[in-house]
């Protein structure tokens, strides 16, 4: 390393600049010619990788739409109006939860005939269906099966169906199979070309070559068959591969639905994509001769700044060295201003950052106390209602994983406060997976640090209730969390928040209470110097909180909550 550090002169800044930017451009330039040479190679390559990528891309959105249908389909099967015969009440409950969307829904016996769609009103007149030999195989198979592309006798449009069969039906349980139909036309977005290079197409191809839906210039309509030149190409699962069409070079990548009996392919001309590229690299090359010959001038007048910006600094730095106090000098580089206002600052701000880092270890010891006496309260008491060490931990761990999840949001805002819709959330999801059943009304306010950790707690034994016993512990079941802010009885404000549990089984007013009624009940109120209301209503439980607004919201949150 000596003898290499040696090969190099003592020469001034602007000198090395120059021998720098020399060396940086002539290898850039070296480099360009040859990129250009092995152009039309590499991007031959490069697209034949990207269509069959962009093909198993496009292939996925389909995997997860008919993985979607076949979801949908097997929670329909479980519905009690299925189950029980009550097709009316089954007709109207699917097609309400559907929308107005492009799904529907058929029952179908074993002989293809319709015994409802909802599609059109119940009880009108039906047809048979139009693609028995599906409802065939999969009644043969006993899964869920895919069909093709057809024409539908109701619809009088281009569809396609995903058909399970149900088990054996009971007595009161008709029908053979649930079919969820979807329009093919619906689904072109699917398909789009954003991704593809100008001129390409995408199309998605059942297994009788049929075209279910496309996109782009070379647009095939739903039912048409897909060319036959391009179809023999198709040999494998996912892949691309070059052919000659009318004397123009054409890519084409493909990839099967995974096990579904569909394909995607895509193919444009190779021309459109190699087209813009090779225009970028020529214009690199042109522009890097450019930049060689301005570069060097430029250089030189850089230079001349940075050395005696570099002397300025240079001297700031004795000057600290020898432990004085500087004010900063200015340079015309402004890298270098930074510097040398950094280093003025560099003793004041020491002194801060070591005032900071007290005031944060009191801040530490202070919420660590905090947090020990509520695990201590929390640990006493479920002490009392456990016979176990078992089951004093599992009663324990949730709670405390919950009140972690509080303590790690709180730590990321510098335990300034969350939002109270993402309290909710937090707590919600940890215990049921998904808010998917859970709807929250209120103007959203700050929560404070005390607020975080206790409506925590109280969050976390109302979801794990209702998980349990309540509404969340059917499917049908709702729960609404609202929030309002008002003027008190005393004038001042206050906070009003309300759990509501809908659609679940019939409520019955716990015997005893327990460690969770404790929390939701009379830690609730003590914590926040509030009222609590607990209604055990047969339709579902009524939980509400009244406390003053400040012992809630942050003090530093802003808005005008009168």
Aim: no cysteine; aromatic share 6%.
């Amino acid at each position: 390393m000596g003898r290499l550090v040696r090969l190099f002169p003592t020469a001034s800044i602007g000198a090395y600049l120059v021998a720098m930017a020399i060396l940086a451009t002539l290898p850039l330039l070296a480099f360009v010619i040859f990129l250009l040479s092995e152009l039309e190679r590499s991007e031959y390559e490069a697209l034949r990788h990207e269509a069959a990528q962009d093909a198993q891309t496009i292939s996925r959105n389909f995997e997860r739409k008919l993985e979607d249908m076949s979801t949908t389909l097997r929670l329909l099967s479980g519905a009690a109006e299925l189950t029980s015969g009550n097709l009316g009440a089954f007709h109207q409950r699917t097609a309400s939860s559907l929308g107005a969307g492009s799904l529907y829904v058929l029952l179908v016996d074993a002989e293809g005939n319709q015994l409802l769609n909802t599609r059109v009103p119940y009880g009108a007149p039906l047809k048979p269906m139009s693609n028995f030999p599906t409802l065939q195989a999969a009644l043969a198979s006993g899964k869920i099966e895919v069909s093709g592309v057809f024409f539908g006798a109701t619809s009088q449009q281009w569809v396609f169906n995903v058909i399970m069969p149900l088990p054996s039906p009971g007595p009161n349980t008709p029908g053979a199979a649930l079919v969820l139909t979807q329009n093919a036309g619906d689904m072109v977005s699917m398909t789009s070309t954003d991704i593809l290079p100008p001129g390409w197409s995408a199309a998605v191809i059942d297994a009788d070559d049929k075209v279910i839906v496309s996109n782009g210039p070379g647009n095939i309509p739903s039912g048409g068959a897909f060319p036959a030149d391009l179809t023999r190409l198709i040999t494998g699962s996912n892949n691309a591969v070059a052919t000659t069409i009318d004397g123009e070079r054409v890519m084409m990548g493909y990839a099967r639905v995974a096990e579904w009996p569909w394909r995607v392919a895509l193919w444009g001309p190779v021309s459109s994509a190699q087209a813009s590229l090779a225009s970028t690299w020529k214009s690199l090359f042109y522009g890097s001769v450019t930049l060689l010959a301005l570069s060097l001038g430029i250089v030189l007048l850089a230079a001349h700044q940075l050395r005696r910006s570099i002397r300025q600094i240079a001297r700031m730095a004795e000057r600290i060295g020898r432990g004085e106090i500087v004010s900063p000098e200015m340079t015309k580089v402004t890298e270098a201003n930074q510097v040398a206002i950094a280093l003025s600052n560099a003793s004041f701000d020491r002194a801060e950052a070591e005032e900071r880092v007290h005031f944060i270890l009191q801040e530490l010891v202070h919420r660590t106390k905090n947090i020990l006496s509520l695990v201590q309260a929390m640990l006493r008491q479920l002490a009392r209602g456990t016979e176990s060490v078992d089951e004093l931990q599992r009663a324990v761990g949730g709670r405390l994983a919950g009140l972690a999840q509080s303590i790690e949001a709180l730590a990321r805002q510098q335990w300034g406060g969350i939002p109270l819709s993402t309290v909710i959330e937090l707590q919600l999801s940890a215990v049921t997976g998904s808010m998917g059943r859970i709807e929250t009304r209120g103007e959203d306010l700050l929560a404070n640090a005390n607020a975080v950790q206790n409506l925590g707690l109280v969050f976390y034994e109302l979801a794990t209730n209702s998980v349990k016993y309540g509404a969340l512990s059917v499917p049908e079941g709702r729960v609404m969390i609202e929030w309002d802010v008002g003027a008190g009885e005393d004038g001042s404000t206050e906070l009003v928040l309300r759990w509501l549990e809908t659609g679940g089984p019939t409520v019955v007013k716990p015997s005893r209470q327990g460690f969770g009624s404790t929390v939701i009940e009379r830690h609730a109120a003590a914590a926040f110097s509030g009222k609590v209301i607990i209604d055990f209503d047969e339709s579902g439980l009524r939980w509400s909180l009244i406390a003053p607004l400040s012992a809630i919201e942050n003090p530093l949150a802003h808005g005008d909550h009168a």
